[in-house]
């Protein structure tokens, strides 16, 4: 069964960057996505990429966050940019086709 662990969150400013990592418990070949959900809120998918490296975002993450992976390392990185308080959330990585286990998630908090 494949593992799921997310790492690099933590509380920063408003402005300021983070970059989070995922890594799996063996090779994923199949499109990933970091997900989030705040407090009272569903868990949403923000950003996704295929195995060959294209990628998709939502709009409220657009020119802010990118997303990547070491195929070779089974590691999936989320870059985030001027963050907003609004992008407080336990973040997520996941298959985006079909779902793993869910990881514990990272926390991140932007204060403002």
């Known amino acids: 069964q494949v593992q799921l662990v997310e790492s690099g969150g933590g509380l920063v400013q408003a402005g300021g960057s983070l970059r989070l990592s995922c890594t799996a418990s063996?090779?994923?070949?199949?499109?990933m996505g970091w997900y989030r959900q705040a407090p009272g809120k569903q868990r949403d998918l923000v950003a996704a990429i295929t195995n060959s490296g294209n990628t998709n975002y939502v709009d409220s993450v657009k020119g802010r966050f990118t997303i990547s992976r070491d195929n070779a390392k089974n590691t999936v990185y989320l870059q985030m940019n001027s963050l907003k308080p609004e992008d407080t959330a336990v973040y997520y990585c996941n298959a985006v086709a079909y779902r793993i286990s869910w990881g514990q998630g990272t926390q991140v908090t932007v204060s403002s």
């Open positions: 063996e090779s994923i070949f199949s499109a």
